[in-house]
């Protein structure tokens, strides 16, 4: 009797191990996005959680790859630099496919377009993007807006910094700083854009688009093999229509 439970125990706990052992093995693969949740409706905090189109578009990948998708919250400026060190898998935040980040990282297949806009206060003097010139234009950093708008309005006769761009660390700052009249205007994403107008008393958005441009997720160079799989697993997202779903979720047609 004492023999058999004995016996009995040892079976159990080699079941034991046995079952942490397979679970083990059966852990699943993490997929690491770093995104800046400063950027609704694409990527925001509710409560603990970071939400928004980004966010539901990377799970649906991670579902389909059966990974595990860990977000990291992170300034936009450390996103490309993470992803080259291989800190993160890839980078997710309605970020604009440009030339000169294809220097540093592959992208994705684009899954949606944005438009810069630029924001101002109602009744100000600006109306056109003619009237930006020598105001003072709140942008995020490290952003196409940012780019673009040093570009065309933050130079002086001889190319030197005129000191009318003012970087901000995101969106929301930007915006806080024209409630302020810190700036004069905020040259920014039309989604996010809408938002904190929406947000805000006193806020429009000038009519004149200023540039168009796609988001796409990026990649670390060196890998082209996950950078493959999302690719095929948010083109097939597309096509049957999954993409649109969660756009038309959190965004009013
Ligand atoms: N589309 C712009 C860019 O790529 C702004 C993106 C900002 N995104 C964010 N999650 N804060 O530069």
Not at 123 to 134: C, P, Y
Not at 160 to 163: I, K, R
């Given at each position: 009797m004492k023999k058999t439970f004995k016996i009995l125990a040892c079976v159990m706990t080699l079941a034991l191990v046995a079952l942490v052992f397979a679970s083990c093995g059966a852990k699943t693969e993490t997929l690491t996005m770093a995104t800046?949740?400063?950027?609704?409706?694409?990527e925001y905090h509710e409560g603990d959680a970071i939400v928004g189109i980004d966010a539901e578009i990377a799970q649906l990948i991670a579902d389909k790859l059966g990974m595990e998708l860990v977000i990291e919250d992170v300034d936009f400026n450390s996103i490309i630099p993470g992803v080259q060190a291989g800190k993160y898998d890839m980078g997710m935040a309605g970020m604009t496919v440009t030339d000169e980040r294809l220097e540093s990282v592959d992208f994705s297949t684009s899954y949606a377009t944005g438009v810069q806009v630029v924001i101002i206060k109602e009744?100000?003097?600006?109306?056109?993007?003619?009237?930006?010139?020598?105001k003072k234009i709140g942008v995020q950093i490290a952003t196409t807006g940012s780019i673009y708008a040093a570009d065309d309005y933050g130079k002086d006769d001889d190319g030197?910094?005129?000191?009318n761009v003012i970087e901000f660390e995101n969106g929301a700052v930007a915006v806080q700083a024209l409630l302020n009249g810190k700036v004069d205007c905020v040259i920014i994403d039309n989604e996010p854009a809408k938002k904190y107008v929406e947000a805000n008393e006193g806020l429009a958005i000038l009519e004149t688009e200023y540039v168009t441009e796609d988001y796409a997720i990026c990649f670390a160079k060196n890998n082209t093999e996950l950078k493959d799989k999302v690719d095929a697993a948010l083109k097939e997202l597309i096509a049957d229509g999954s993409v649109q779903k969660v756009v038309d979720k959190y965004i009013a047609a």
């Open positions: 800046n949740a400063e950027f609704p409706p694409y009744g100000s003097e600006i109306q056109t993007l003619d009237d930006i010139a020598g030197n910094d005129n000191g």
